[in-house]
């Protein structure tokens, strides 16, 4: 038994693992189930900054400070899996795609 599976719900495991299934994965593509997470967390930020003058650029600075935390703590917590880079790079692009939409929608109130 891991660290992990001694700290955690075997729910959470298992809700997990459903989250890390690779929907595209090849040497320039990584997407995952929790890719639709990213996608509406972009969204959603984007949604209470959008009245910041570059809001956009807001949106994938915030981004970017949360996969450096993501990935440093993958480190200091060995129990987190780590994440490849193209893993982290798919992470920010699909941020933004959710951030963009928003800003398509909401641009038009």
Request: glycine share 4%.
């Amino acid at each position: 038994m891991t660290v992990l599976e001694q700290i955690l719900p075997q729910f959470m495991i298992t809700f997990f693992e459903f989250l890390a299934i690779p929907l595209a994965d090849n040497s320039i593509i990584f997407i995952s189930i929790w890719s639709i997470i990213h996608l509406l967390v972009g969204a959603l930020v984007f949604y209470f900054i959008r009245k910041e003058k570059y809001s956009l650029l807001v949106l994938f600075e915030l981004l970017v400070l949360f996969e450096i935390f993501e990935f440093s703590i993958s480190y200091l917590v060995p129990i987190i899996l780590r994440e490849t880079v193209i893993d982290t790079l798919w992470d920010l692009i699909i941020g933004m795609v959710g951030g963009f939409v928003a800003w398509l929608i909401l641009r038009k109130r």
